[in-house]
T-cell receptor
Framework: DTAVSQTPKYLVTQMGNDKSIKCEQNLGHDTMYWYKQDSKKFLKIMFSYNNKELIINETVPNRFSPKSPDKAHLNLHINSLELGDSAVYFC????????????FGQGTRLTVV | AQKITQTQPGMFVQEKEAVTLDCTYDTSDPSYGLFWYKQPSSGEMIFLIYQGSYDQQNATEGRYSLNFQKARKSANLVISASQLGDSAMYFCAMRGVKAAGNKLTFGGGTRVLVKP
């Protein structure tokens, strides 16, 4: 039973399109995140949600809009895709506090052509 | 602010030998956690080991151990008896008790290649 599942695993799309990535966690965690991993493997936080509320938005363009219908789900919608959006996007979740690990989804490799 | 630095972009290790991956951090939080993750070529992020800032003993998990030196702000990962399956990217991360949004901050990663 997958703890954090995100779909799709691969996404190839043309510039200008709109796409969504879905994420669900069955761990009962309060906090969910979106991370972006660039071509150099650097992982950067994009958004953090706690109990469906947006907590941080790390200077992400407005074309990226997260939505959390409940605390087990955090989806990412991207409008007007650009070549520079090509990356691997990870959903993750964790319980509160500084001493608990985050569990990651399998990642979504987005390629914009 | 939290910052993690991994100075080794890549390294080779002979099978069955031990390897140490360096990680230094910077934070003003009084309490924080340090984490190591493994990312194999298949892409998933696998949690390996955790060290709390107030833990008196270094963390160990099987062949993984964490050499925590608080005064030096370092949290090096030691992998003993390397196996071919240890070839992967390794990320050091931290989360302070005051971290905005409870976020994990990652270092740039170290790529390890185990040679037979």
């Amino acid at each position: 039973d997958t703890a954090v599942s995100q779909t799709p695993k691969y996404l190839v799309t043309q510039m200008g399109n709109d796409k969504s990535i879905k994420c669900e966690q069955n761990l009962g965690h309060d906090t969910m995140y979106w991370y972006k991993q660039d071509s150099k493997k650097f992982l950067k936080i994009m958004f953090s949600y706690n109990n469906k509320e947006l907590i941080i938005n790390e200077t992400v363009p407005n074309r990226f809009s997260p939505k959390s219908p409940d605390k087990a789900h955090l989806n990412l919608h991207i409008n007007s895709l650009e070549l520079g959006d090509s990356a691997v996007y990870f959903c993750a979740s964790s319980q509160g506090g500084s001493h608990t690990e985050a569990f990651f989804g399998q990642g979504t490799r987005l390629t914009v052509v | 602010a939290q910052k993690i630095t991994q100075t080794q972009p890549g390294m080779f290790v002979q099978e069955k030998e031990a390897v140490t991956l360096d990680c230094t951090y910077d934070t003003s939080d009084p309490s924080y956690g340090l984490f190591w993750y493994k990312q194999p070529s298949s892409g998933e992020m696998i949690f390996l080991i955790y060290q709390g800032s107030y833990d008196q003993q270094n963390a160990t998990e099987g062949r993984y151990s964490l050499n925590f030196q608080k005064a030096r702000k370092s949290a090096n990962l030691v992998i003993s008896a390397s196996q071919l399956g240890d070839s992967a990217m390794y990320f050091c991360a931290m989360r302070g008790v005051k971290a905005a949004g409870n976020k994990l901050t990652f270092g740039g990663g170290t790529r390890v290649l185990v040679k037979p």
